[in-house]
């Protein structure tokens, strides 16, 4: 069992509709990262945090330390959101490497 | 200004040969790194850099070299290349080991023939 899962793999939704993609860890973490990767392969990170909630536009992103999980939500979505959106876990577990999901590949039909 | 630059973007080459990527990141960062995003999309890290020491080396092959002239700078050098070794590679930064966000460069795409 991976020590960062995301579900879900994939998501198709159309323009217009709330996005939630989920992540849940098993190793005690420093902090949880959200990054984006376009198509064209640039990665961007969205969202670094440790706790309770973090919004940038209309993207929220969510952790909850005690069920070790953490929600990235998108509002209004947009054919440009189209990403893989991943989670990625620092810990002092592995001298703080980070730890990395395998990534949800979200598709907004317009 | 690009926070971090690595180049090339593409990088074709004959099995057999050495090759480097550099990257410089001016954001006054203390610690970079060099990831390989393989066919699965998987991001391993390969090395990171603080203050010019190697503090994390996962166990790649030793044909791969970081070699960091200043803490702005991590190049990645690669001896005798593989056909396995065609991936992306990304150069990334962040304020130091234990936190901050990551800034990434554009990857470079190695494709090894």
């Known amino acids: 069992k991976n020590e960062v899962e995301q579900s879900p793999q994939n998501l198709t939704a159309q323009e217009g509709e709330f996005i939630t993609i989920n992540c849940s860890y098993s190793?005690?973490?420093?902090?949880l990262h959200w990054l984006q990767q376009h198509p064209g392969g640039g990665i961007v990170s969205l969202f670094m945090l440790s706790s309770g909630k973090k919004k940038h536009g209309r993207l929220i992103a969510t952790i909850n330390i005690q069920e070790k999980h953490s929600s990235l939500h998108i509002t209004a979505s947009h054919p440009r959101d189209s990403a893989v959106y991943i989670c990625?876990?620092?810990?002092?577990?592995?001298?703080?490497?980070?730890?990395w999901g395998a990534g949800t590949k979200l598709i907004i039909k317009p | 200004d690009t926070a971090v630059s690595q180049t090339p973007k593409y990088l074709v080459t004959q099995m057999g040969n050495d090759k480097s990527i550099k990257c410089e990141q001016n954001?006054?960062?203390?610690?970079m790194y060099w990831y390989k995003q393989d066919s699965k999309k998987f991001l391993k890290i390969m090395f990171s850099y603080n203050n010019k020491e190697l503090i994390i080396n996962e166990t790649v092959p030793n044909r791969f070299s970081p070699k960091s002239p200043d803490k702005a700078h991590l190049n990645l050098h690669i001896n005798s290349l593989e056909l396995g070794d065609s991936a992306v590679y990304f150069c990334?930064?962040?304020?130091?080991?234990?936190?901050?966000?990551?800034?990434f460069g554009s990857g470079t795409q190695l494709s090894v023939l």
């Open positions: 190793v005690g973490i420093s902090a």
């Open positions: 990334a930064s962040s304020h130091s080991t234990t936190g901050g966000k990551l800034f």
């Open positions: 990625a876990v620092g810990t002092w577990e592995s001298n703080y490497q980070l730890i």
């Open positions: 954001l006054g960062h203390d610690t």
